[in-house]
């Protein structure tokens, strides 16, 4: 393990508290004319998997869109990774679409594995792991913004690093800080720890903040962002894809 490595991971993930979404939904926008822009754009070490493409989620996109102040964000967290190592996109903005399919799948299979939970705890279970769709301008999904961003590590042979569960894996062990705290960890468990250090370190170098029950998410410029950055405001509100329809809408 080089030196930069080891600094990289010396330091634990802070442990945070899950969001408070109706005082987070309150965080005023500025709102931002920025672009959609897309990663595969974007030279190495950046690759670009759009997992729910790849899954048929419908009306999922083959292509992860971010805003561009997002863009040159992650440029940078690539450009700082030690030699070899490499940043997966799994996902970037989102279609409202995906968002409720994501959303309505999760709390389905909540409620059949635990039929007890009443509507407001399943709400908070869901939520964990996937915010309720919404395109209102005052209180966007993440996602829906293009501030949002799902990412991993990968080796020299671009196979991703492991962090201990899968992407999108709805249990308690994909909390960010999950390993911090147990104790006789494994030489496995020791090696996932330092690579959510190491994402976690390179990501908030680079001004992003993490959602805490998810290793994998990451935000620029949203009102999670906002929040766990301690900002007055947020940057960007809903967005949409361009395309040669609205332009032409737009232009006539």
């Known amino acids: 393990m080089t030196d930069s ?5 010396a330091t634990p993930i802070v442990e945070r508290p ?3 979404w109706p005082v987070l939904s309150r965080i005023p926008i500025q709102g931002s004319d920025e672009p ?6 974007a030279p190495a070490p950046i690759k670009v998997f759009p997992v729910y493409a790849k899954q048929s989620v419908p009306g999922a996109v083959n292509e992860c869109y971010v805003r561009e102040g997002v863009y040159r964000r992650l440029l940078r967290v690539a450009r700082s990774l030690p030699e070899g190592m490499g940043l997966i996109i799994l996902d970037g903005w989102r279609p409202w679409r995906v968002q409720q399919y994501l959303f309505d799948t999760l709390q389905e299979a909540i409620r059949a594995h635990h039929p007890e939970l009443d ?3 399943l709400l908070a279970r869901t939520r964990e792991f996937v ?3 919404s395109r209102e301008p005052e209180a966007p999904s993440p996602h829906l913004t293009g501030g949002a961003v799902d990412v991993t590590l990968s080796d020299a042979d671009g ?5 201990g569960t ?4 709805a249990v308690p062990a994909s909390h960010t800080a999950y390993f911090e705290n147990r104790e006789a960890l494994s030489e496995t468990q020791r090696q996932v720890r ?6 976690y370190a390179v990501m908030y170098e680079a001004g992003f903040t993490n959602l805490p029950s998810e290793w994998w998410h990451y935000d620029s410029g949203d009102q999670l962002w906002a929040h766990y950055g301690q900002h007055e405001r947020a940057i960007y509100g809903p967005a949409e894809l361009a395309t040669v329809e609205s332009r032409w809408r737009r232009q006539l």
Do not use: G, H, K
Not at 36 to 41: E, F, G, K
Not at 159 to 163: H, R, S, V
């Open 5 to 9: 490595l080891s600094q990289l991971t």
């Open 194 to 199: 330092d690579n959510r250090r190491l994402l």
């Open 36 to 41: 959609l822009v897309p990663l595969s754009l």
């Open 159 to 163: 196979l991703p690093l492991n962090m």
């Open 18 to 20: 899950e969001p408070d």
């Open 119 to 121: 509507q407001e705890a």
């Open 166 to 169: 899968l992407f999108d894996e």
């Open 131 to 133: 915010s309720v769709p």
